[in-house]
């Protein structure tokens, strides 16, 4: 069994910064992808940003420049540090993970519980 658990986030006002965090523990072989996604109230999830096993990224448009995706490998953690943060940036925050647990040939979607991160003064 594998677990996603996310934390970091909160209520910041425009222009401050939040860092988050998400951990995977359980059975795990080795990790591919891991992304950070958002949904705010009434609009469908989207990718914000993404970082493969080798250390590649890719954002969202609107969040390049601002926004940060690093991971640590070695602790299984996938991080996203948020500047310059604005209003539309609030929304439920999920990290994902592919993961390849240990008996499985194949790698499988993991998803974190969200954490809300609220832009608001």
């Known amino acids: 069994q594998v677990q996603l658990v996310e934390s970091g986030g909160g209520l910041v006002q425009p222009g401050g910064s939040l860092r988050l965090s998400c951990a995977a523990s359980g059975s795990i072989f080795s990790i591919n992808a891991m992304d950070w996604y958002r949904q705010a109230p009434g609009k469908q999830r989207e990718l914000v940003a993404g970082?493969?096993?080798?250390?590649?990224?890719n954002y969202k448009d609107s969040v390049k420049g601002r926004f940060t995706i690093s991971r640590d490998n070695a602790k299984n953690t996938v991080y996203l540090q948020m500047n310059s943060l604005k209003p539309e940036d609030t929304a439920v925050y999920y990290c994902n993970a592919q993961i390849l647990t240990i008996g499985w040939s194949m790698y499988r979607d993991y998803w974190g519980q969200g954490t809300q991160v609220t832009v608001s003064s």
């Open positions: 970082i493969t096993s080798g250390g590649s990224t």
